[in-house]
């Protein structure tokens, strides 16, 4: 019953900043805890951020700490991703998901509804 769909993915240069959103869409959504995942081209996909149902609580990949924040906006049924001094290695797709409360990103197969994601390329 939970759709989820992403956005404001694009190019960016090294060191730059972007923006991406998840817009939720379904009943109860303040119940799912919001998760951000990417894949790079032959590579595993890994989850980078997570915000639980209230938002008092999130998570965060070692590799992403100190650079993305992961923020939810309930009255508009918003999760963003924050992305600060981007790097080549954080290039790929960039999914949302969702898990009732608040998942693992280190578990994927857990997570319960996927968007469709969105390329997120970080080049010169």
């Known amino acids: 019953q939970l759709q989820l769909v992403e956005s404001g993915g694009g190019l960016v240069q090294p060191g730059g900043s972007l923006r991406l959103s998840c817009t939720l869409s379904g009943e109860n959504t303040d119940y799912y805890g919001i998760g951000w995942f990417r894949q790079a081209p032959g590579k595993e996909r890994e989850g980078v951020s997570s915000?639980?149902?209230?938002?008092?609580?999130?998570d965060y990949a070692d590799s992403v700490k100190g650079r993305f924040t992961v923020s939810r906006d309930s009255a508009k049924d918003m999760v963003y991703l924050q992305m600060n001094s981007l790097k080549p290695e954080d290039t790929g797709v960039y999914y949302c998901?969702?898990?009732?409360?608040?998942?693992?990103?280190?578990?994927?197969?857990?997570?319960?509804?996927w968007g469709q994601g969105t390329q997120v390329t970080v080049s010169s």
């Open positions: 998901a969702a898990a009732y409360g608040q998942g693992s990103i280190r578990l994927p197969m857990l997570w319960d509804y």
């Open positions: 915000i639980s149902n209230t938002g008092g609580t999130t």
